[in-house]
């Protein structure tokens, strides 16, 4: 199957999990709490995960999978570095002066899966000139929302005590001595929605043409869509150490579209997403002669089971 286009809509379930802090007030860890309305327009306020959290997920176990594969990176990701190619002054000084912007991001391309696939801003002088080229994500990930009436937060009791009796803190405002602190767990079911474009792997923003042979850009592929499958069976996060979530279940569909036809999602904060997309999709495969294939999966096992079935069994659109 030739793939341009690939969306998951699911309902992950996760118990006593730490991933959405958002900081802390004194010796109390804030969880994140956000705004968002139902269908019947009520507004609720409910706990979530951002979108950035499971994306840096996602590119973490790109960047180890880049370098089992010795799959190319360049120096500031060699190291996981934020500011990705931004830091590679190799790279930077490798130009001429007054290069157009489009040759730069084709060298950016080019030179790292992961400015690649997750995209950069760069903002440097390059070339004799300051530059801001961006390279827009091919990873779409949405925030990851508690249902209203399927997820609570509490907060439980922590000490840290001293080695020596039940000492007093040092009252420096520094970890030392005797701490006592207040930790969220969040249990629920969130609402997950992802949209991966695969076809523009290997393709320069700027004057859309591919800068990758087709070879690269599949093995490009298949490393990335493991690193998806990744992220819902390892969410690498905030306070894993003493709180490493429960992943309990996943259940959702997956789209692929062949053509330039979306491949249609929709939340699981609406309790009929599954039959919304089975209505979308006949409606555009009508449309556009069976341009999606549908996936449904009812467990992790099986969620992994059809992300095998993609990252070995398909291909990308074009040359």
């Not at 190291?79 to 730069?104: C, L, M, P, Q, Y």
């Not at 474009?197 to 599949?218: C, F, H, S």
């Not at 939340?267 to 449904?296: F, Q």
């Amino acid at each position: 199957m030739a793939i341009q286009s690939l969306a998951i809509s699911g309902l992950l379930t996760l118990d006593l999990h730490s991933l959405n802090n958002e900081g802390s007030e004194g010796n109390h860890l804030m969880t994140r709490q956000v705004q968002i309305v139902d269908r019947e327009g009520k507004i609720h306020a409910v706990n979530a995960i951002s979108g950035d959290m499971f994306k840096h997920i996602q590119a973490e176990h790109l960047y180890q999978l880049a370098r089992e594969g010795n799959l190319p990176l360049c120096e500031g990701c060699c190291v996981f570095n934020a500011n990705r190619i931004g830091a590679d002054d190799t790279f930077a000084s490798s130009f001429e002066k007054g290069v157009e912007d489009n040759v730069i991001l084709s060298g950016a391309i080019s030179r790292c899966i992961i400015d690649d696939a997750e995209g950069v801003l760069i903002t440097r002088e390059i070339g004799g000139k300051a530059r801001a080229i961006g390279r827009k994500s091919v990873a779409e990930f949405g925030w990851v929302i508690g249902r209203p009436e399927a997820t609570r937060t509490e907060a439980y009791f922590h000490v840290k005590y001293v080695s020596e009796g039940r000492g007093a803190g040092s009252g420096e405002g520094a970890n030392l001595g005797q701490n006592i602190f207040h930790r969220p767990a969040s249990s629920g079911q969130y609402a997950v929605i992802l949209n991966l474009d695969l076809y523009r792997l290997g393709r320069n923003d700027i004057t859309l043409a591919y800068v990758l042979d087709k070879a690269e850009r599949e093995k490009r592929l298949r490393a990335f869509l493991k690193s998806v499958l990744f992220t819902f069976l390892k969410p690498n996060g905030a306070q894993r150490n003493t709180q490493n979530p429960h992943v309990v279940d996943f259940e959702g569909v997956i789209t692929c579209s062949t053509s330039t036809y979306p491949a249609p999602q929709t939340s699981a904060l609406n309790p009929n997403y599954r039959r919304e997309i089975e209505e979308i999709t006949a409606v555009l495969n009508r449309l556009g002669n069976n341009a999606v294939k549908l996936y449904h999966f009812n467990s992790l096992s099986q969620f992994a089971s059809v992300m095998e079935e993609i990252i070995t069994g398909t291909e990308l659109c074009g040359e």
